[in-house]
């Protein structure tokens, strides 16, 4: 008989090992990220329902120039470049600027932020009230509102939500303030 190669250190029998109730135990986490994936896959044809207004266009037509043309734009500009900057990366590999492809990162980040912050509430919270705020979350007009725009407003909002689930880690039980 041979032995399996795994990369544990520890001796076979000392393994964690996958258990029905371990797995019962993942069931909520895997029903918040199922749910942001399911939010994101619905609202993505809602991203060319409509052309670019006006901020977008400035926004994507900044996006449209040459990098170094592009910095100095937004160098002048109030909104931090990051937003503009993967445009312009994600117009140079796609080789489109259409609206569904440049309102992409905002529907990205938004999802991604629903779901990192309901998974933090998962192991803050518990269960059910990370699983509530995921419903609230998914049923907010505001968050699909900003889902929908190719602006920096939802970048922010990814990033907020991931800096509040980092601050929500960091307060486990247990550990002192």
């Known amino acids: 008989m041979t032995q399996m190669r795994t990369l544990s250190p520890l001796p076979p ?48 037509g900044d996006a449209t120039y040459d990098l170094i043309r592009m910095l100095k734009i937004q160098g002048a500009d109030i909104h931090p470049p990051l937003h503009t900057f993967l445009l312009w990366l994600l117009q140079r590999l796609t080789q489109s600027a259409s609206e569904t492809t440049m309102r992409l990162p905002s529907l990205v980040a938004v999802a991604s932020g629903m779901t ?9 919270l518990g269960a059910w009230p990370a699983l509530v705020f995921m419903v609230l979350a998914m049923s907010s007009p505001l968050l699909a509102g900003f889902a929908g725009q190719a602006r920096p407003h939802p970048l922010s ?21």
């Open 116 to 124: 990192i912050l309901g998974l933090a509430a998962w192991r803050r």
């Open 13 to 60: 029998d000392e393994r964690p090992r996958l258990t029905a109730l371990g797995l019962a135990r993942l069931l909520p986490g895997v029903l918040i990220v199922a749910a942001g994936v399911w939010w994101a896959w619905l609202h993505v044809p809602a991203l060319a329902a409509e052309s670019f207004w006006t901020d977008e266009l400035i926004s994507v």
């Open 157 to 177: 909002f990814g990033f907020v939500c991931l800096a509040t689930s980092a601050w929500l880690f960091l307060l486990r039980p247990g550990r002192p303030d």
